[in-house]
């Protein structure tokens, strides 16, 4: 009987050997998880917006053009018309020339970059959630009628 014993309490010592060490785990994993919580939640609002602005960029050639356009203008402070820059402003950009000209024009024509009367110009932050909601409703029709035709094709035909 003690050699049974001996295993049974053998046995009793490494669960709980075990389970303490699953404990210490879980602890080291909880206060790490921790560590990492507290870094994030004290990050400025700058360093989130600027991490959003960064996953949001598109990945076309044409869309980061535009995209360093605009932060070209943001980075000049050109964010309304007393503010407006003269295109050769731009010119340190990373940009052919006529890269920046064509991306500047579509811009205008959108409604992102504004141009004044003195043929300067600026970027508009309304213009460009404007043309997001724009391209929103253009994708959320593409995506919406065919669905709400589909369904209606069903209900004809599963009722007639």
């Not at 409604?111 to 003195?118: A, F, H, L, P, S």
């Amino acid at each position: 009987m003690s050699d049974k014993e001996d295993k049974k309490t053998e046995r009793k010592e490494k669960a709980k050997a075990f389970w303490q060490e699953y404990r210490q785990a879980v602890s080291d994993a909880k206060k790490e998880q921790d560590k990492l919580y507290e870094k994030d939640r004290i990050k400025s609002t700058d360093e989130r917006a600027a991490e959003a602005r960064t996953k949001e960029k598109k990945k076309s050639p044409q869309a980061t053009a535009a995209r360093i356009v605009m932060d070209g203008f943001e980075k000049k402070g050109a964010l309304r018309a007393s503010k407006a820059i003269d295109v050769s402003a731009l010119k340190d950009l990373p940009l052919a020339t006529p890269t920046i000209s064509y991306t500047i024009a579509n811009l205008v024509k959108q409604g992102v970059i504004i141009q004044t009367e003195d043929n300067k110009y600026y970027y508009s932050k309304e213009g460009y959630q404007k043309l997001e909601k724009s391209f929103l409703r253009g994708y959320t029709l593409i995506f919406v009628i065919p669905i709400a035709a589909a369904i209606a094709l069903w209900l004809i035909l599963k009722f007639m």
